[in-house]
């Protein structure tokens, strides 16, 4: 099973910036793409940013120009560098990676436990 854990999360006025980080851990797998998920109060998640290991990246539109992800290979973990934050960013972010789990011999899709970030107007 893969494991992802988050930090970087917090309370951040209007403009300002935060760096999210996730880290995967495990035994025996390989992560094909890595992204980052928000639920906002009273709306449904959606996609913020994704990176595949070959590195092509996508954003959502409401966070291009202001949010880069990244991604280090050898350490399994991929980063959300938020700029320009608006309330509108406030929300629950959660790292999500996919890829194959040789212990199993399939396909996983795993969550991380998510990560409030607040944006005060």
């Known amino acids: 099973q893969v494991q992802l854990v988050e930090s970087g999360g917090g309370l951040v006025q209007a403009g300002g910036s935060l760096r999210l980080s996730c880290a995967a851990s495990?035994?025996?797998?390989?992560?094909?793409?890595m992204g980052w998920y928000r639920r906002a109060p009273g709306k449904q998640r959606e996609l913020v940013a994704s990176?595949?290991?070959?590195?092509?990246?996508n954003y959502a539109d409401s966070v291009k120009g202001r949010f880069t992800i990244s991604r280090d290979n050898a350490k399994n973990t991929v980063y959300l560098q938020m700029g320009s934050l608006q309330s509108e960013d406030t929300a629950i972010y959660y790292c999500?990676?996919?890829?194959?789990?040789?212990?199993?011999?399939?396909?996983?899709?795993?969550w991380g436990q998510g990560t409030q970030v607040t944006v005060s107007s």
């Open positions: 999500n990676a996919g890829g194959w789990n040789y212990v199993r011999g399939h396909m996983y899709d795993s």
């Open positions: 495990g035994s025996a797998f390989s992560i094909n793409a």
């Open positions: 990176i595949t290991s070959g590195g092509r990246i």
